[in-house]
């Protein structure tokens, strides 16, 4: 089949690689170059990447809302479009324009986390099982039917890191698998069981050593590596990424021996933490070169 890729960041390049082995992707849209690094120089975004390595016509438009630029997009004339974290809204003319319309890789099992962070909420929240979606698109916010889905298990260490990288190649087989299959019945959401995946915003970063260990350590292993949760350390900004929770007991914030910190009610140790400037490393490393004090705030 012909098809339109649409996507931008690592998430989405496995669906990519995938699609073009068995497909002809006639063009890959993706977000602009953004200023990196220390030289802020435009860096093309992974999708982009990928793309020129694949030999794929790149676009990246900063909208889709203008009429020159649907037409555009119709003309290519594609069978459908599968879209993977893109980051664009898109009109009713470019959901419409290929002729099995558009398909969205989602990183949760719908209706429950639908929204921008679904990996960092399921984790955050606690859950069980994720998984991936594929969700013919329509103009609301991830309420499409759905065609496909396959689930994991949220183990009790895993980062959205860990789990990132799971959904991305599971999100790649189970695309790949629906295309082979097409057409499939699209079946609607259910009312029930609705939530929403809101940006993680950085003031939920900072760790509030009265809640309980089992808050704490999801919130940990949620926002790693990105914000990263971050705690205060002899003055220093300090990301803790990854932890576990262990027996024992203290007041909130107190340190017990090596990375054990109490918290509200249990206690979690640190396996991995970041010094601002430095690179990640295992919690020993880091208490090499970092004396924690009696109690952190």
């Known amino acids: ?36 690094g220390r030289g802020q120089k435009p860096r093309p975004s992974p999708v982009q990447a990928a793309a020129e390595e694949l030999g794929i016509e ?3 438009p900063r909208s889709l809302k203008g009429t020159e630029e649907q037409a555009a997009f119709a003309a290519l004339n594609a069978d459908l479009a599968v ?3 893109y980051g664009l809204i898109l009109p009713q003319p470019v959901l419409d324009a290929p002729r099995l319309g558009c398909l969205n890789i989602h990183a949760s099992i719908l209706p429950r986390w639908r929204g921008a962070a ?3 909420r399921a984790i955050m929240a606690g859950d069980a099982e994720t998984g991936i979606a594929i969700m013919q698109m329509e103009a609301g916010l991830d309420t499409g039917p759905v065609l496909a889905e396959t689930r994991t298990h949220i183990d009790a260490a895993d980062t959205t890191a860990d789990l ?18 097409l057409p499939l019945p699209a079946i609607p959401q259910p009312e029930a069981g609705v939530t ?3 940006k993680i915003d950085k003031a939920e970063a900072r760790i509030d050593w009265t809640r309980l260990a089992e808050e704490i350590d ?17 003055g220093e900004r300090v990301k803790l990424l990854r932890s576990r929770r262990v027996d024992g007991a203290g007041r909130p914030g107190e340190v017990l021996d090596g990375f054990r910190i109490a918290c509200g009610q249990g206690v979690i140790e ?16 880091i208490l090499r070169g970092l004396t924690l004090p009696p109690r952190l705030d």
């Not at 999801?218 to 002899?234: D, K, N, T, V, Y």
């Open 58 to 60: 790149i676009r990246h």
């Open 270 to 285: 640190v396996l991995e933490a970041q010094r601002a400037g430095k690179r990640p490393m295992p919690a020993a490393e």
């Open 196 to 198: 929403y995946a809101s």
């Open 164 to 181: 990132h990288d799971r959904l991305a190649a599971m999100g790649a087989d189970l695309i790949v698998d629906v295309l082979a299959r």
């Open 1 to 36: 089949m012909r098809v339109i890729f649409m996507g931008t960041p690592d998430f989405s390049v496995p669906a990519l690689q995938a699609v073009a082995a068995q497909h002809e992707v006639v063009c890959a849209y993706t977000q602009p170059p953004r200023e990196a």
């Open 83 to 85: 879209v993977v974290a």
């Open 118 to 120: 679904p990996i960092h």
């Open 218 to 234: 999801r919130q940990i292993r949620g926002l790693s590596p990105f914000p990263g949760a971050w705690c205060e350390i002899a």
